[in-house]
């Protein structure tokens, strides 16, 4: 079944712990990206990469880090989690950018005390 | 001012009713604009592209005005399971650009 998967689907961690939340997709995509949902601000772009190697800021990306080593995977990584990135995270992927259909993963919930 | 703005309702109607939202996207070279739908903060799934000679899928409809810098949805004969927000979004700059614009919603509710 094609799909873009996340992990965890739900953290609860401290201020200053680091932790990754994985994206993997397999449908081959080139792009891919991470959101961030929050009430009264929509979805706003974190990250995005066009293709293995090859990753760029968007609206939003104090705070966060990303890899693409791989095509299939695209880890969001927060160094020293604050409570203003608690939040709804979304990974999406397509096939060669935002002009093409965006699959999303399922979303993960952060809460950072 | 917002790069993409939608106004966020709800909007709450019968069933069978007609409903339409509009978009403002202030990026004049914007080139690619979509409709996505969301279910009660579950992931956003595309609803259909948008181009510009306009589009019809069924019962939606969604037309682009590159002039007035809007987009539009059009949906006739409401369901009740077409009760979600509704999520416009548009490419900044041209198709090879990776930054995606979300507006925040709009929320639609079909009632009984």
């Known amino acids: 079944e094609a799909q873009v998967t996340q992990n965890p689907r739900y953290l609860i961690t401290v201020t200053g712990k680091k932790l990754t939340v994985t994206c993997s997709q397999n449908?081959?995509?080139?792009?891919m990206s991470w959101y961030r949902q929050d009430p009264g601000l929509g979805l706003r772009q974190i990250y995005y990469s066009m293709n293995v190697e090859v990753t760029d800021k968007g609206d939003v990306p104090e705070g966060y880090k990303v890899s693409r080593k791989e095509k299939r995977n695209f880890p969001l990584i927060l160094e020293s989690p604050s409570p203003n990135q608690t939040s709804l995270y979304f990974c999406?992927?397509?096939?060669?950018?935002?002009?093409?259909?965006?699959?999303f993963g399922p979303g993960t919930r952060l809460t950072v005390t | 001012r917002k790069e993409v703005e939608q106004d966020p309702g709800p909007f709450n109607v019968p069933e069978g009713a007609t409903v339409a939202f509009n978009c403002t996207y202030s990026?004049?070279?914007?080139?690619?604009f979509f409709w996505y739908r969301q279910d009660c903060r579950k992931e956003p799934k595309l609803l259909m592209s948008?181009?510009?000679s306009g589009n019809e899928d069924g019962r939606f409809t969604a037309q682009l005005n590159r002039a007035s810098q809007y987009i539009s949805l059009l949906i006739r004969d409401s369901k009740l399971s077409d009760s979600a927000t509704y999520l416009c979004?548009?490419?900044?700059?041209?198709?090879?650009?990776?930054?995606?614009?979300f507006g925040q919603g709009t929320t639609l509710q079909v009632k009984p």
């Open positions: 990026n004049s070279a914007s080139q690619s």
């Open positions: 449908m081959n995509h080139e792009y």
């Open positions: 999406a992927s397509s096939r060669q950018g935002p002009a093409y259909e965006q699959y």
């Open positions: 979004v548009v490419n900044r700059g041209s198709s090879n650009t990776g930054k995606l614009i």
């Open positions: 948008v181009y510009s």
